[in-house]
């Protein structure tokens, strides 16, 4: 996705991190590519000015960067994985953030990461913060992830398919998703406007 010419260079720096993620990891940076593109389909859906774009786009690309830390073991484990072992897994959102704050970006893309598995009801982590407290940018981000980490293949199991993620974000609405962000997203899906955008 092009973007304007005063966060050039912030694209420059998260492609840049995304090529290093890369080198360890060949599934992660592809999720975040694909949710990056809902994310934009939705954000434009809920009419964000261009700018706002720019930033939740940059901010999903590196969602996961914090996986970078966490053992390929652990990440393509198949079948269910222990307490220990998702409070690990758990740590990557702190870690991302910890990575990104480090970099001048003149807006809020290590917040918005920081927030991208906090629900409105509390129930998130790492902060379990609430409502208002979390960005609309993240509130976008966690409803994409959700949907893209359903509906596509992931390392350890075969897609669950679309119906299954829109069900699931459905049944979140209003509790842990933001409504008028999950109604934004059925209407992206049902328009095909994400599926065109990513292929």
Sequence with gaps: MPVSESNKIYQEIVDALIAMHRLTDGYTPSHEDRTAELCVAIARQLGLPAERIDVLHMAAQ?????????AQELLNKPGRITDDEYAVLKTHVQIGYDILKHISFPFNL???VWCHHEYLDGSGYPRGVTDEAIPLESRILTVSDIVESISADRPYRKALGMQTALDEIRRLRGTRLDPAVVDACLQVIEQHLWHEAAA
Aim: proline share 0%; charged share 35%; glycine share 8%.
């Design 110 to 112: 290590a917040e918005i």
């Design 62 to 70: 590196v969602h996961d960067i914090g996986k970078a830390r966490i």
